[in-house]
């Protein structure tokens, strides 16, 4: 006699039950997928979803139920009769047949299946790996037909940046880069729609926040959903009303919503607040000129962002983010002083920037004060903290003679990863083939130049020169030398290009090839009209390439001449220095380099122990000169992307083949 679990199995199975369970659901699955699919796309409200999983829950049972009560005949549907104990044991095998186990198999796996996509991948859009995300914000949609609020967007979408920041959930795109990316897509002809289906590419995020906003009697309302790179929506935030009068006042409040709705997708369960700490959003039109700024910062140059910059800050003195940002541009273009003076601001004012902006700004002044150890270990932790910052970790490794990490740093740099990369990738770069050349490695440095003229046709050619200098191959370096010149724009200096060429053929033996390009240097700041020719910089310039060449005598009085006129500039009486020890006044050189020990003119970051370490070589004291190297790289003087002295400054050519400079030369990481 069989047992009873026998028996109710095959009943179980006589009644079909479980090919219903399996194709149910399979069917709802499918359901499910296909709500989730189409109606992200045709904007079904967030409730739909989930009203088709309760239904396809509530069904289930019920399916079982009629699966075990009817079947199917030819004759239609009908109540499935019951049979006895004896006949149903008659018709159970003593073993299950293959089939039966199969049926079980493939039972069991929807079962794990529909459990995976209802408790993990399910609608309430739980994303794992929190860390691997991306979050950029989309500027909400105007839909008022008032284009006066368009900076309303642009705030709106920088504060729920902000906060997103703050919170901490993921990685986060800073809105400066969403509007890089936006204003980069419509310059090439896109519309609305192009920008708001291209901001994967554009901006490497993986979620993205997107909305609108629109008139609602006196107010204004905001409607936002979260979506992924496919286009579905994982969630929908619930509309949120500004006054129409005051609506940067109520942003506050579309951060925390979003914020929240964020939070419930990437850390479910878990207690998320946003810290306002009394902050406010900013004035609408000193936003607007920050985003301006930032947009020229990154596409035209440090200096040119000043004056958006400044502006911002006298729409909007409370504003922070424009005081890290003209601190970095004060430091960039070497304004220390000024530079410094932002970093008391943001000391005194104890702003609360976000950890990126705070990190780049704790490096800004970390540079300003000359602390460069420390500002090393700072572009270290924003690399860790996430983003695409290889390029100020490749710089302040570099400017610490560890060309080796720099190298590293700028080939952890992805160009790809949005648009605002790509308006840096050209300089990431020209420093990842510096760093290279740094290292002697001038194969790997042409490998960089290489793959950077892909991205940048005509670029780094002065770097590809260099290389091929390097490696002594001078004809085919003579070549794209005067290939450059002759490219040259109306109104552009050759002078860089000759003078580059000329310090890397001294440095690398071919002082004939470097002479010619030094006496090209000085034939064309003669042929300058009197007027340029005379000027102070023309004239220090002549006299620079004079002690180059060897000509001290006549490089003599145009630095006396100069230091008559301008007894204050540093760089005239360092040259003086230089000039009094090769023609052997050697008290005359020691003063003058007490002078420069002395210097009172603040921010100098080592540049004047700098210059007393060539007035030492030139006296031949080479321990006393790599010494004065070593104390200006310690006041702030960066190796890398400072200037002299590289292996090819002709100031320290006496220094060379000495081991105590080979070693001070050498890369340390």
């Not at 609108?212 to 790179?229: A, C, E, M, P, W």
């Not at 790809?416 to 308006?423: G, I, T, V």
Request: glycine letters at 10%; a negative charge; one cysteine or more.
């Amino acid at each position: 006699m069989a047992s009873k679990l026998s028996l109710f199995l095959a009943e179980f199975r006589r009644r079909k039950v479980g090919r219903v369970a399996v194709v149910y659901v399979l069917v709802g699955l499918g359901a499910i997928e296909a709500v989730d699919i189409i109606g992200s796309r045709l904007l079904f409200p967030e409730w739909s979803i989930q009203f088709v999983i309760v239904l396809v829950l509530i069904g289930f049972p019920i399916a079982l139920v009629l699966a075990w009560a009817l079947e199917v005949t030819p004759e239609g549907i009908q109540r499935t009769p019951d049979l006895s104990p004896e006949q149903l044991a008659a018709q159970t095998p003593v073993r299950w047949s293959r089939s039966s186990w199969v049926l079980s198999g493939v039972g069991f796996v929807v079962v794990l299946a529909a459990g995976y996509f209802g408790f993990f991948r399910g609608g309430d859009g739980v994303v794992e790996d929190v860390r691997e995300h991306r979050l950029a914000v989309l500027p909400p949609e105007n839909q008022t037909g008032d284009p006066s609020l368009d900076v309303l967007a642009n705030a709106a979408a920088s504060w729920i940046t902000d906060g997103l920041a703050r919170a901490d959930l993921a990685l986060v795109v800073p809105s400066t880069d969403v509007l890089a990316a936006s204003r980069a897509v419509a310059s090439e002809g896109g519309g609305p729609s192009a920008i708001l289906s291209s901001w994967p590419q554009e901006t490497g995020a993986t979620i993205a926040i997107r909305g609108s906003f629109f008139t609602s009697g006196d107010s204004i309302q905001f409607r936002q959903r979260i979506v992924d790179r496919s286009g579905t929506v994982l969630a929908t935030v619930d509309p949120v009303s500004v006054p129409g009068d005051g609506p940067a006042s109520g942003l506050n409040a579309l951060q925390l919503k979003v914020v929240g709705a964020v939070a419930d997708i990437l850390a479910p369960g878990s207690e998320i607040s946003v810290s306002l700490g009394g902050r406010s959003p900013p004035d609408l039109e000193a936003h607007q000129a920050f985003l301006e700024a930032v947009v020229v910062f990154n596409n035209q140059g440090s200096a040119r962002s000043i004056p958006y910059l400044l502006r911002a800050l006298e729409l909007d003195p409370d504003y922070e983010a424009p005081y890290m940002y003209l601190g970095w541009a004060y430091s960039n273009t070497g304004r220390y002083a000024l530079a410094d003076s932002v970093c008391q601001v943001l000391e005194s004012r104890d702003f609360e920037l976000v950890e990126w902006q705070r990190l780049v700004a704790q490096m800004n002044c970390q540079g300003t004060h000359g602390e460069l150890p420390a500002r090393l270990q700072t572009a270290r932790r924003l690399v860790e903290h996430g983003g695409n910052w290889n390029y100020l970790l490749g710089l302040a490794a570099m400017d610490l003679n560890r060309p080796q990490e720099a190298v590293e740093a700028f080939a952890r740099y992805d160009p790809h990863l949005s648009r605002a990369a790509r308006d840096w990738a050209d300089r990431n770069f020209n420093q990842w083939a510096r760093a290279y050349h740094m290292l002697g490695d001038y194969e790997g440095e042409l490998d960089v130049v290489r793959e950077g003229r892909e991205l940048f046709p005509g670029g780094l050619t002065t770097r590809e020169m260099e290389g091929l200098i390097g490696l002594g191959r001078f004809e085919g370096a003579e070549e794209l030398v005067d290939s450059l010149l002759s490219e040259l724009s109306p109104g552009q200096r050759p002078t860089t290009i000759l003078n580059s060429a000329a310090l890397e053929f001294d440095a690398h033996g071919n002082p004939e090839g470097a002479k010619a390009r030094w006496e090209q240097a000085l034939d064309w700041i003669r042929s300058r009209s009197p007027e340029e020719r005379s000027s102070f910089a023309s004239r220090r310039g002549q006299a620079i390439y004079l002690l180059y060449l060897g000509r001290d005598t006549e490089a003599q009085p145009y630095l006396e001449a100069m230091a008559e006129e301008n007894p204050n500039d540093m760089v005239v009486v360092a040259l003086l220095g230089t000039l009094a020890a090769r023609q052997g006044r050697a008290d005359e050189a020691e003063s003058i380099s007490e002078a420069l020990r002395v210097w009172d003119e603040g921010y100098l970051l080592g540049t004047n122990t700098l210059y007393r370490a060539g007035i030492a070589a030139a006296l031949g004291d080479v321990e006393g000169a790599v010494a004065l190297l070593g104390q200006a790289m310690e006041e702030g003087w960066r190796f890398g992307t400072g200037g002299a002295p590289t292996h090819a400054d002709p100031f320290f050519k006496p220094l060379r083949g000495h081991a105590a400079f080979e070693d001070f030369m050498r890369p340390k990481g």
